[in-house]
């Protein structure tokens, strides 16, 4: 009885021992995008003289946040190019066509973080940005980061804009047409700690 | 936005560079036939003469294929303007995979030596393939982006390379039975409908390769028939050997016309194929612009067939240009219902 007591308190140590190893030691949260509460839109100048805009209805996306090391947090996102939205049928599907975002053969806008940084009041990311078959490596602001408890549910919410040329991710400078080369496009996201 | 001047540079330029070479070897050609000609004369009574052939086999349908690949190159090099490798679009895999593709296939083709039988089994194999090239990395392979199950792409794979097989084969068996150059021009008339036609769809670049391809096809044919005008007006003093010549020259011009017919009946299903999978092209209109030159056929009806060849040709035209016209109208009018307003929009 003795003996079997001393085996089972060092089968449990044991036991403890080895999850201790086996788990990482991470303090990274992992959070989901949250669609409801988050949005990606853009606006592009049309004939020089004012703005069109639109957005995309399907992303979906997560990041990590390690507080205690923030180069370890990472970024992704990934925009369904078919949902795009500029409020007029025949333009978005206009748009879906071979001549713009040609979406039956670039189905997705994605991108990767690769590194980074803290800065004052968000973080600085660096990144693989993937549209219409070309990627490209671009920095992003992101401002927030603040976690926010709601009934339980801790939130995170970031925002960045970014000003990128469509010429330069394959895009067909002749189709571009009245509308600008140049679209500024605008992320709103909130993450739900999973 | 569309830009006319370009469409008419892109034609031009791939006319000009389907036309000048062909011409050259025709001349080419033509120097040797006279040249052999009058050796042969003294010693050659009958057809089958035993003198050397007055001109090579293979030259014609060489020359076709040179002419048409050197016209697509130029005229989508104009209209692009960009690089296409490596290919990232339908369209440009369609242009540097299938089109070379099509060019070494009938380059073999019009072999002297190569069995019928293995000329329509390489292009069966191509018109197998062709669907696979023109899907790659796209929503309808399987994959995590993919919009179809698995069967589903095997199906829409095996009816798009039957659809292209049976045009190729039914087009190529009337070339054989009935040449002639309404045929070439009926297909060129078919291509440039089928590009307007995606272009009112909303797909301009794809639309717009269509007309550097008529152009290099009806380059080509003019081609054709201009040293097919050079061989009938060779001098009559040496009968047999001028029998030999104009004869071989038929023959050849005939094997000359199956290349012009398969890369324009594979550039065709090209773009129709882009235009409706990756653009708005429906596939009532995709099909109807197909099969529209198998409306040749009809004058090979008895009362028709036998009739002066002017007569038949134009028929021909006719035949094939109801459905395109039918097909620009239906176009014209979704263009103006869904695109206009767009238009409206954008352009004050």
Redesign the interface.
């Known amino acids: 009885m003795r003996n079997r007591y001393h085996m089972s308190l060092v089968t449990l140590v044991m036991s403890t021992l080895i999850g201790a190893i086996a788990m990482p030691a991470s303090a990274a949260d992992e959070y989901a995008y949250d669609l409801v509460h988050s949005s990606v839109s853009f606006k592009a100048r ?2 020089g003289i004012s703005w069109i805009h639109g957005r995309f209805n399907e992303v979906e996306g997560k990041f990590s946040l390690d507080r205690e090391d923030p180069t370890k947090s990472t970024f992704e996102l990934t925009i369904k190019v078919d949902s795009v939205d500029t409020a ?1 049928a ?2 978005d ?2 748009l879906r ?3 713009y975002f ?4 670039f ?2 806008i994605t991108f990767r973080s690769t590194k980074v940084k803290a800065i004052d009041g968000g973080y600085e990311v660096a990144g693989d940005f993937t549209m219409h ?1 070309t990627t490209k490596n671009i920095t992003l602001t992101l401002t927030g980061g603040k976690e926010h408890d709601f009934k339980g549910t801790k939130r995170v919410a970031f925002s960045t804009e970014l000003s990128l040329k469509r010429s330069d991710f ?1 895009f ?1 400078k ?2 571009i ?3 600008g080369d140049e679209a500024l496009i605008i992320i709103d996201c909130e993450g739900v700690k999973k | ?1 569309p ?1 006319p001047f ?1 469409y008419l540079s892109a034609s031009g330029a791939a006319a000009l560079a389907s036309a000048i070479p062909f011409l050259a070897i025709s001349a080419l050609v033509m120097a040797r036939a006279r040249r052999i000609a009058s050796i042969n004369a003294p010693a050659s009574t009958s057809v089958h003469g035993t003198g050397p052939q007055p001109g090579s086999a293979t030259g014609w349908p060489a020359a076709c294929v040179v002419a048409m690949g050197l016209g697509l190159a130029v005229g989508s090099f104009v209209l692009l303007r960009r690089s296409v490798w490596p290919p ?4 440009e895999r369609l242009l540097t995979v299938v089109i070379p593709a099509v060019l070494i296939i009938e380059w073999i083709a019009g072999l002297q030596r190569v069995p019928h039988w293995f000329t329509w089994l390489l292009r069966i194999g191509l018109a197998a393939m062709i669907p696979r090239i023109l899907w790659h ?4 392979l399987s994959g995590a ?1 993919s919009q179809w199950e698995a069967w589903q792409s095997a199906t829409a794979w095996l009816l798009c390379s039957v659809l292209l097989a049976s045009v190729w084969g039914l087009l190529g068996r009337l070339a054989e039975r009935a040449p002639g150059a309404s045929l070439p021009f009926g297909l060129g008339l078919t291509i440039s409908s089928a590009g307007l036609t995606i272009m009112l769809a ?5 639309g717009a390769m269509a007309f550097p391809l008529t152009a290099a096809l009806l380059a080509t044919t003019g081609g054709v028939w201009l040293a097919r005008t050079c061989s009938d007006s060779l001098p009559r003093a040496k009968v047999a050997a001028d029998r030999d010549t104009s004869s071989n020259c038929r023959s050849l011009m005939n094997s000359g016309g199956a290349a012009i017919l398969g890369i324009g009946i594979a550039g065709l299903y090209g773009l129709l194929f ?1 235009g409706h ?4 092209l429906s596939t009532m209109t995709a099909m109807t612009l197909l099969l529209s030159p198998l409306l040749c056929w009809v004058t090979e009806v008895p009362f028709l067939r036998h009739r002066h060849p002017w007569l038949v040709g134009s028929l021909r035209l006719a035949f094939v240009a109801i459905p395109l016209a039918v097909v620009l109208i239906l176009a014209k009018r979704d263009f103006d219902r ?2 206009a ?2 238009l409206s ?4």
């Open positions: 049309h004939l007029n025949a333009r599907e206009h066509q071979p001549d040609d979406t039956k053969q189905p997705t078959g394959g067909d002749r189709a047409g009245p509308i | 936005m830009d370009l990232s679009s339908a369209l990395g796209s929503v309808y982006d909303g797909y301009i670049e794809g882009i999978f990756f653009g708005r869904d695109m307003p767009l929009l954008l352009i004050p």
